[in-house]
């Protein structure tokens, strides 16, 4: 399975981005999608994840602004992340799990949201 991720950017407090991560190899509508980011200094955390049903859950920060989002014809998961904070501010990775476990990572895309 390979993830490139795009769409991180450099924009102000309260902007907006809209991460996109494209699969290919592996069954992409089988697995599980996520995004996790890690901000310098901290460990990587799980930021969002939607199944192959399409339920969604959030870290209690980004809940009512982020929305995790999968199209599985064009084999991609978004990110749409709205009312951004300083806080944001990290670098976003896209992953998949598949049936067996197995994870896969992206090579991350860089959001900062400037104060």
């Known amino acids: 399975v390979r993830l490139v991720e795009s769409g991180g950017d450099l924009v102000q407090t309260g902007g907006s981005l809209r991460l996109s991560c494209a699969a290919s190899?592996?069954?992409?509508?089988?697995?599980?999608m996520t995004w996790h980011r890690q901000a310098p200094g901290k460990q990587r955390e799980l930021v969002a994840r939607i199944n192959s049903g399409g339920w969604a859950d959030y870290i209690d920060s980004v809940k009512g602004r982020f929305t995790i989002s999968r199209d599985n014809a064009k084999k991609t998961v978004y990110l749409q992340m709205n009312s951004l904070k300083p806080e944001d501010t990290a670098v976003y990775y896209c992953g998949s799990v598949d049936v067996l476990g197995s994870a896969y990572w992206g090579q991350g895309t860089q959001v900062t949201v400037s104060s």
């Open positions: 190899g592996g069954f992409f509508r089988l697995n599980t």
